[in-house]
Nanobody
């Protein structure tokens, strides 16, 4: 059974930091990504990382504040979020792609991040 389990969300103040974790099990992935969905808005891409090689790519709003990383030994992907803003408030989802060209077919249950002003 394939599982992606996120953790690390919470309620923080503007300017604080949070680190989200996503533990993957049940299969290997080519790429792992983080997405978010704010109330009343569509889900949006945040960042992604290749398991092999570790190359990363970020949404414009995430550049300079968020860092995606992975620990191959722990099958875990992280999203370090610094200088959080109220507009970062959302449910954050971890997702996995089986191959380079496939869709993100595997999703976690999400973890809530709330940033107060």
């Amino acid at each position: 059974q394939v599982q992606l389990v996120e953790s690390g969300g919470g309620l923080v103040q503007a300017g604080d930091s949070l680190r989200l974790s996503c533990v993957a099990s049940g299969r290997t992935f080519n790429t792992m990504g983080w997405f978010r969905q704010a109330p009343g808005k569509e889900r949006e891409f945040v960042a992604r990382i290749r398991w092999s090689g570790g190359s990363t790519y970020y949404a414009e709003f995430a550049k300079g504040r968020f860092t995606i990383s992975r620990d191959n030994a722990k099958n875990t992907v992280y999203l370090q979020m610094n200088s959080l803003k109220p507009e970062d408030t959302a449910v954050y989802y971890c997702a996995g792609k089986a191959t380079l060209t496939s869709e993100y077919n595997y999703w976690g249950q999400g973890t809530q991040v709330t940033v107060s002003s």
